[in-house]
């Protein structure tokens, strides 16, 4: 069974960094794509950045250039390295992961499985 938890939520101020992970278990070494979604009240759900089992790595425009994706494949870790935060980033943040070759970040409802999520709260 796919399970993923994330970790490393919190409350930080505007420019401030932070790094979530997702550690993921119960599944081989399958083509997939795994990814950073968030969702914030009132809002829905948006894709934030993916990486693919061959390293490709595609972000949402707001924020490339601020925000890292990469993925430990020895522990299977899913990491997220969020820099120079805005407060429009708060957003509980989730990682998914779906099987096959596509790979996207505009589509969350491709994505086949979800951890519970991390809250990140930005403030100015």
């Known amino acids: 069974q796919v399970q993923l938890v994330e970790s490393g939520g919190g409350s930080v101020q505007a420019g401030g960094s932070l790094r979530l992970s997702c550690a993921t278990s119960?599944?081989?070494?399958?083509?997939?794509?795994m990814g950073w979604f968030r969702q914030a009240p009132g809002k829905e759900r948006e894709g934030v950045a993916v990486?693919?089992?061959?390293?490709?790595?595609i972000y949402a425009d707001s924020v490339k250039g601020r925000f890292t994706i990469s993925e430990d494949n020895a522990e299977k870790i899913l990491y997220l390295q969020l820099n120079s935060l805005k407060p429009e980033d708060t957003a509980m943040y989730y990682c998914?992961?779906?099987?096959?070759?596509?790979?996207?970040?505009?589509?969350?409802?491709?994505?086949?499985?979800w951890g519970k999520g991390t809250q990140v709260t930005v403030s100015s």
């Open positions: 998914a992961i779906r099987f096959g070759p596509w790979c996207g970040v505009e589509i969350p409802a491709n994505y086949e499985y």
């Open positions: 119960g599944y081989n070494n399958r083509r997939h794509c």
């Open positions: 990486i693919r089992s061959d390293g490709l790595t």
